[in-house]
């Protein structure tokens, strides 16, 4: 079945080695060598779109945090806010690497950026909570535009949560 030969010296498998490349190549999971540069290409693909996922999931957990909603329908509301940016206006992505963006269990900072066909700037949301898994009460919203000029959404008067003030 395999010839074993003996060349000057050298012992020779010859039938083992096609019989072998032979089965390698039939059987389904194989060890076929993948070339180095598919592999490192499939890798960084997946790698890349794990990221990229991983990003959207974030950003739309932020979107849908009650805090964020609450504070942009205070600045849909505010008349001073939507003049100064312009109407329509967009909510963009967070900075996920800005310092300001913070969230833990009691308390919530986002600087969401927003801009409209007047102007385009950060709308800074300040929020907390009494204590884990109730309800989140915003502290202050205000809207900075790009030229400096602060304008204030909201602030919360009064200590117990249920007081508004509307700027």
Not at 26 to 53: D, F, H, N, Q
Not at 136 to 146: A, D, G, P, T
């Amino acid at each position: 079945m395999y010839n074993l030969h003996l060349i000057a010296g050298q012992l020779s498998f010859d039938g083992f080695r096609e019989s072998r490349a032979a089965k390698l190549q039939k059987t389904p999971g194989s060890r076929m060598s993948v070339p180095l540069g598919k592999l490192v290409l499939v890798t960084g693909a997946v790698a890349s779109g794990s990221c990229a996922l991983l990003y959207y999931f974030i950003q739309k957990t932020f979107s849908r945090a009650s805090y964020y909603q609450m504070a942009l329908e205070q600045l849909r509301s505010h008349p001073e806010a939507q003049e100064a940016l312009g109407t329509p206006f967009d909510v963009h992505y967070l900075h996920l690497t800005d310092k300001y963006n913070f969230v833990d269990i009691a308390d919530a900072q986002l600087k969401i950026p927003v801009s409209g066909s007047k102007s385009e700037g950060f709308l800074y949301v300040s929020s907390a909570r009494d204590a884990p898994f109730k309800r989140w009460h915003l502290q202050e919203v205000f809207l900075e535009l790009k030229d400096g000029q602060q304008i204030p959404v909201f602030k919360l008067s009064g200590g117990n949560g249920d007081e508004v003030k509307k700027e």
